[in-house]
């Protein structure tokens, strides 16, 4: 029986057409793919393109509750919130033990993102007591729940089992609040005297007398009245007073707050929260376009949240006159909106509309579905990188590339002569597939080219270079050994694959643990060496070897030229091994063992 053959495979040396089509075909693929997406050139991270940086602090009264697990909460959520806005670019990344940052590319909402990473997003849904339009402190204790000569009702609309809500109408430019109570508002002290549960009569009286023998009463009187001082003196034109308006109460306490609604800043005494904002399960932005009502927020609430909120609409809805018939959403101390309820909401969702703009629709859906902050922030730096910088640091990393890649093939031409011819368009065929694919995962998913990943796609230049010059060294040893240059070929390639793969294995698993231990634009870098190194992985099998074999039947590499860098007498190459035959009878004498 004939021993089987080793060493050459028939099929890969008589059909490397069919590697070099393959590999052609998902060059042009990917083209095509590329230009059909519109994305034409990869998406370039901060520091190439320009954008914002946003450093931020936990603030320092918060004690023991700034520790690593609620840094990395804040970084997701803030990360879930920025993404919301469709800024997918952005990183997000904590720095020592109470910082934050976040970097905004070039081209997003940046001023939006900027308000929603810094918000801590503490929500409250609370029965509205009083409310007026802020224009400076009123000199009245009894304030009016709606601006005197408006030139409007506030309209309410009638909530359904989808929980429809209407926001408040903005009053005139010129009102001013009404120096006493009005059928539509009541005393501030009278309405806490009523408890959280507003009531539809109240006495407009300013204070209420507390029971002679009850302490409890006379506490209750004694909050009120400090909380109607507050609520006299309010002026929510005021930036600073805004600023520190309700910031303090628990979510058990009554307080005060303001809120722009449609343009116009009022000011409000809210009861104790009824609903807390984790009991919203999910928010989304619509536009209503049955009703042509604009923009809602649709909110969906848990099982004991969806219980909560029927039960206070249900209360509410008691009540016929604004501002008893109204609950408050308060976001971080500010009521974002004030709708009215004309019957308990029940199955779980609600509808917030008024006159939000989209943007405004989604960004308070944004801020409900993510839900609150486990820390709060203070905006310690914003710094701002200009296009131009950016350019420049492309610029200077294009050049860095371009010469690294002039030294590779300078280095191929005078070692190599015409292996080049080999190594050279593999060189380019690499650089088309690294650009098309970073140019497709830019929508895909959201990669950023960054300095460091122009970086990591210099150093590929290196090891895609390293892959051919190990396979030529084995081609050059086997010529050596003195064998012609096809056999030469087909054996030195299971040697030169074997080391090839271990290199770009241990390089592969480099990156990897680079990409997974570190965070933001080191893993730019990570990212772009381990996608260049499978890679070069592709570009050796399907294209460098197949074109390789080729080559090695005509007759400029076959015969050995001498500009072939594969020209024995240049190697020092052994003679051919040739047998002999041992002559017939004795003449011949012993024969040396060493020629055969």
């Not at 023991?64 to 959520?77: E, L, Q, R």
């Not at 000199?139 to 408040?168: E, L, M, Y």
């Not at 018939?325 to 509309?353: H, K, M, R, Y």
């Not at 895909?444 to 150093?459: E, K, Q, T």
Request: aromatic share 6%; charged share 15%.
């Amino acid at each position: 029986m004939a021993a089987p053959k080793r060493g050459r495979s028939a099929s890969a040396q008589s059909k490397p057409g069919r590697s070099l089509a393959l590999i052609l075909i998902a060059i042009v693929a990917l083209t095509g793919g590329m230009f059909a997406s519109g994305h034409t050139t990869p998406r370039l991270g901060i520091d190439l393109a320009g954008g914002t940086s946003i450093t931020l602090q936990a603030k320092a009264d918060q004690g023991s509750a700034i520790n690593k697990a609620n840094m990395k909460t804040a970084v997701d959520i803030m990360n879930n919130r920025v993404n919301g806005l469709g800024v997918s670019e952005a990183e997000v990344q904590t720095q020592g033990t109470s910082n934050i940052i976040v970097n905004i590319p070039k081209g997003a909402n940046s001023e939006e993102a900027r308000q929603q990473v810094g918000t801590t997003a503490k929500l409250y849904f609370r029965p509205v007591l009083a409310s007026e339009a802020s224009a400076g402190a009123a000199s009245s204790a009894s304030p009016s729940a709606s601006s005197s000569g408006s030139s409007s009702a506030s309209p309410s609309a009638t909530p359904s089992s989808s929980a429809s809500a209407s926001q408040k109408a903005t009053g005139s430019s010129s009102a001013s609040p009404s120096s006493s109570a009005t059928s539509q508002g009541r005393a501030v002290t009278d309405a806490l005297k009523a408890g959280s549960t507003p009531s539809s009569s109240a006495s407009p009286s300013a204070s209420a007398s507390p029971s002679a023998g009850s302490s409890a009463s006379a506490s209750a009187s004694a909050a009120a009245s400090k909380l109607e001082a507050e609520y006299t003196a309010l002026d929510c034109n005021d930036k600073a007073q805004r600023a520190t308006a309700g910031k303090s109460a628990k979510p058990t306490d009554a307080t005060v707050a303001c809120g722009k609604i449609s343009g116009v800043w009022y000011k409000y005494v809210l009861g104790p929260a009824r609903v807390d904002g984790t009991e919203v399960k999910k928010a989304q932005a619509v536009f209503d376009t049955q009703t042509a009502a604009g923009w809602q927020v649709q909110m969906t609430f848990t099982g004991t949240g969806a219980k909560k909120f029927a039960d206070v609409t249900g209360e509410l809805a008691k009540n016929s006159q604004p501002p008893q018939n109204e609950f408050g959403i308060v976001l971080d101390g500010e009521v974002v909106s004030s709708p009215t309820v004309a019957q308990s909401i029940v199955g779980g969702q609600a509808e917030i509309s008024g006159s939000f703009t989209q943007t405004e629709a989604q960004s308070l859906a944004n801020v409900l579905s993510y839900g609150a902050l486990p820390l709060s922030f203070r905006e310690q730096s914003v710094t701002t990188v200009t296009a131009a910088l950016g350019g420049e640091q492309l610029h200077a990393g294009l050049i860095a590339g371009a010469i690294g890649l002039a030294l590779v093939v300078i280095y191929l031409l005078v070692f190599y002569r015409g292996l080049s011819v080999v190594a050279i368009p593999s060189l380019l065929v690499s650089a088309v597939l690294t650009y098309v694919i970073m140019a497709l995962l830019g929508p895909a998913i959201h990669f950023a080219l960054n300095l460091p990943a122009v970086c990591g796609a210099i150093v590929a230049i290196g090891i895609t270079a390293d892959s051919f010059i190990v396979f030529f060294e084995r081609i050059r040893d086997e010529i050596r050994e003195g064998r012609t240059l096809r056999p030469a070929v087909e054996r030195a390639w299971p040697r030169a694959r074997r080391t090839i793969l271990v290199s770009d294995f241990v390089s592969f698993l480099a990156a990897a643990v680079l990409f997974i231990v570190t965070v933001g634009k080191v893993q730019g870098f990570a990212f772009t060496l381990g996608l260049t190194t499978v890679l070069d992985v592709v570009v050796v099998f399907f294209f460098t070897k197949p074109l390789m074999t080729v080559l090695a039947r005509r007759k400029f590499f076959a015969n050995g030229h001498k500009w072939s860098g594969l020209d024995p007498k240049g190697l020092g190459a052994k003679p051919p091994l040739r047998r002999t035959r041992r002559p017939a009878g004795p003449v011949a004498g012993p024969v040396d063992p060493k020629e055969a």
